[in-house]
């Protein structure tokens, strides 16, 4: 179990720590688009429909990194005073009730999107040169699941802590 626990969190350390320079397109981007609309009042439809792309592609691929470092958002006032056992059944519990079934649904939901615009050829019509959205889509679809591999490897770790009472790594 240590080696599958171990390869979940490297995949999501890389893709992580790999994906954040999206950001750079995305500043790149934004500037491009600010400098075409007020500078040369040469506005696109090309470039705001790619900071939307980067954007999705940088929020998802990184939602398993962030849920590997335990940064996600949650309510500290009294979670942290409690003992690390107690806090570690709040996360077996709140992972049971909300964060599986809705990455669950999730992944399910974004891996059928997925296929069907790869089947279909889906394309955007947001803008004059209609791309293809299957790759955005798997993208989404990656990070989902990613951020499931996360899910289920945080909570094998809380329950081994919860039952055991010590760390499993």
Do not use: C
């Amino acid at each position: 179990m240590k080696k599958i626990l171990k390869a979940i969190d490297t995949i999501n350390d890389f893709t992580g720590k790999t994906v954040k320079w999206v950001v750079v397109l995305i500043m790149v981007t934004i500037t491009t688009e600010v400098a075409l609309r007020y500078i040369f009042s040469s506005p696109t439809s090309v470039l705001p429909e790619l900071m939307m792309m980067f954007g999705a592609a940088l929020y998802t691929l990184g939602w398993g990194y962030v849920h590997r470092l335990r940064r996600h958002v949650r309510v500290d006032i009294f979670y942290l005073s409690l003992p690390t056992r107690w806090q570690a059944g709040i996360d077996v519990v709140a992972t049971l009730i909300w964060l599986l079934p809705m990455v669950a649904s999730l992944v399910f939901v974004s891996v059928g999107w997925a296929y069907r615009s790869f089947v279909v050829e889906e394309r955007s019509s947001f803008s004059y040169w209609f791309p293809l959205l299957w790759p955005i889509r798997t993208v989404v679809s990656v990070g989902m699941i990613l951020l499931a591999l996360q899910a289920l490897a945080q909570f094998y770790r809380d329950l081994y802590l919860l039952v055991r009472n010590k760390a499993y790594d």
